[in-house]
């Protein structure tokens, strides 16, 4: 009997600590890690614009995203590969120039508020087709990034990482 008791016990004590450690506080949209409130969802809007451009290699669409204080950071020593809002039109029509059939899907990790900034942390998985010298080759590409948005007061535009 005591045995069954004590059985009884633990079930109830284990079925306690898992059900509440693994309940959320929050809920998030659908399909992301991203906590569901009116701004996250506004900004993962404008995020999900700038990605279906890239499908699309509308560079015109993707500058109207940019803000005109656009700078990124290419991360060497040097700066050599620094570019602001110009550059970003030479490098985005330079890319899709040798690019087709891009694929481009993001997996939403966190949006952060900070002030005037959103700083959207995602996982991006892309392949696109390039022509070389030996034919055409399909290109597959993982990667992290950090995109950083400002508002301007009517629109959250792009301030670095397109």
């Known amino acids: 009997m005591k045995i069954r008791v004590l059985m009884f016990v633990l079930v109830a004590a284990v079925g306690a600590v898992s059900s509440t450690g693994c309940s959320s506080s929050g809920s998030y949209i659908r399909g992301t890690h991203v906590e569901d409130t009116s ?53 985005l029509v330079g890319r899709f120039q040798r690019a087709d059939d891009i694929r481009y899907s993001m997996k939403y ?35 992290q990034n950090e995109l950083v948005l400002e508002w301007d007061g009517e629109h959250w535009m792009f301030v670095s990482g397109m």
């Not at 999900?48 to 993707?62: I, N, Q, S």
């Not at 995602?122 to 399909?138: C, K, L, N, W, Y």
Request: zero cysteines; a neutral charge.
């Open 39 to 91: 701004d996250n969802r506004t900004i993962i809007g404008v995020v999900e614009r700038y990605r279906l451009a890239v499908e699309r290699k509308d560079a015109p669409a993707l500058m109207k995203m940019a803000a005109k204080s656009y700078w990124e950071d290419g991360g060497t020593p040097t700066g050599a590969d620094d570019y602001g809002y110009d550059g970003l039109r030479e490098v």
């Open 109 to 143: 990790v966190k949006v952060r508020r900070q002030g005037q900034r959103a700083y959207v942390q995602v996982v991006i998985d892309a392949s696109f087709t390039i022509t070389t010298p030996q034919g055409e080759q399909r290109m597959d590409q993982r990667d």
